[in-house]
């Protein structure tokens, strides 16, 4: 063997090294990167998630916060009876169409 290709050969197996970590970390990277995107698509889905969540809680809210009519028939005296609106909301165009039970007993 002639010394004078020692240095070749050593500089060969190192490169030989450095391929084979070249690769090793290329491998690790893309690993890495399809991590990261399947974390960014968790994350789309998770915000749109709430997003429909925080929709749907505002829309309850506003049908729970909106302005009702609660009537009820109250004995004012003697035969005379007041229908009362304790709701928050204006009732407009009432009509009674039905009998209330109250107002035909005896008190």
């Known amino acids: 063997m002639n010394w004078g290709d020692a240095p070749a050969w050593a500089a ?3 490169s030989l090294g ?3 970590i ?3 970390a290329r491998s690790d990277g893309k690993r890495s990167a399809d991590a990261a995107e399947k974390t960014a698509a968790v994350a789309e889905e998770t915000l749109a ?3 429909t969540v925080d929709a ?3 829309a309850a809210e506003e ?3 909106r302005p ?3 009537l009820a028939f109250e004995h004012a005296n003697k035969a005379k009876w007041q229908l009362v609106n304790y709701g928050t909301a204006i009732a407009t165009n009432v009509r009674i169409t039905e009998a209330v039970a109250a107002m035909h007993g005896a008190l």
């Open 12 to 14: 060969f197996a190192v």
């Open 18 to 20: 450095a391929i084979g």
């Open 22 to 24: 070249s690769l090793k």
């Open 49 to 51: 998630h709430q997003r």
């Open 56 to 58: 749907a809680q505002r």
């Open 63 to 65: 049908e729970a916060n």
């Open 68 to 70: 009702r009519v609660v």
